[in-house]
């Protein structure tokens, strides 16, 4: 591994002279080029290595289509309460509210609208507007006989008999002008 490098002398223990510094300096360069050596026989290993994810990636999405919205046994687990769930089968033209009811019946719990997005989209549910949180509570909150809002974010079935808290508004901090004298 170090047969490529020149030998150092015992000039280092002793008085750091030019010619110390200069041995350290190419044991230096050697050792960069060592390092680029390495990388240049990693890139196609690499390159290799990123194809395959993406394949397998794809594989899993073709299953996945082929199979319906059920967790595959091959994907990696987590410790996420969406993934251990059996999924509940949705009709294929259901709504987003559909979707977000099942999801909610799987886990068994209220969830953050940020896990509910996230589940929405690993199931391929297209999201109302730009696709973002807001839009989703919008539809929840449209649909009061179905979810409720059990604190800031997080939504639960009505089915489930669990308090509403209601929105509160933030105060808005308005800038004094400083009054120039």
């Not at 360069?29 to 990636?57: C, F, H, K, V």
């Not at 687990?77 to 259901?94: C, E, F, G, I, Y």
């Given at each position: 591994?170090?047969?490529?490098?020149?030998?150092?002398?015992?000039?280092?223990?002793?008085?750091?002279?030019?010619?110390?510094l200069?041995?350290?300096?190419?044991?230096a360069?050697?050792?960069?080029?060592?390092?680029?050596?390495?990388?240049?026989?990693?890139?196609?290993?690499?390159?290799?290595?990123?194809?395959?994810?993406?394949?397998?990636?794809?594989?899993?999405?073709?299953?996945?289509?082929?199979?319906?919205?059920?967790?595959?046994?091959?994907?990696?687990?987590?410790?996420?309460?969406?993934?251990?769930?059996?999924?509940?089968?949705?009709?294929?033209?259901?709504?987003?509210?559909?979707?977000?009811?099942?999801?909610?019946?799987?886990?068994?719990?209220?969830?953050?609208?940020?896990?509910?997005?996230?589940?929405?989209?690993?199931?391929?549910?297209?999201?109302?507007?730009?696709?973002?949180?807001?839009?989703?509570?919008?539809?929840?909150?449209?649909?009061?006989?179905?979810?409720?809002?059990?604190?800031?974010?997080?939504?639960?079935?009505?089915?489930?008999?669990?308090?509403t808290?209601?929105?509160?508004?933030?105060?808005?901090?308005?800038?004094?002008?400083?009054?120039?004298?």
């Amino acid at each position: 591994m170090y047969a490529n490098l020149p030998p150092m002398s015992n000039r280092v223990g002793t008085h750091k002279t030019r010619a110390a510094l200069e041995d350290l300096e190419a044991w230096a360069q050697a050792t960069e080029r060592e390092i680029e050596e390495i990388r240049a026989q990693m890139l196609p290993l690499e390159q290799r290595m990123s194809a395959a994810r993406e394949r397998l990636d794809l594989i899993r999405r073709l299953i996945g289509l082929a199979d319906g919205p059920k967790q595959q046994p091959s994907a990696p687990r987590t410790s996420s309460p969406l993934k251990q769930a059996p999924a509940t089968k949705v009709p294929p033209m259901a709504t987003l509210e559909d979707h977000v009811e099942a999801i909610l019946s799987e886990t068994g719990e209220p969830l953050h609208i940020s896990a509910l997005r996230e589940a929405l989209i690993k199931r391929g549910v297209p999201l109302p507007g730009r696709g973002d949180e807001a839009n989703v509570i919008v539809r929840l909150r449209r649909d009061e006989a179905r979810f409720t809002r059990t604190g800031r974010g997080t939504y639960a079935l009505t089915a489930w008999g669990m308090p509403t808290v209601a929105p509160t508004r933030r105060k808005k901090v308005r800038r004094r002008r400083a009054v120039k004298a």
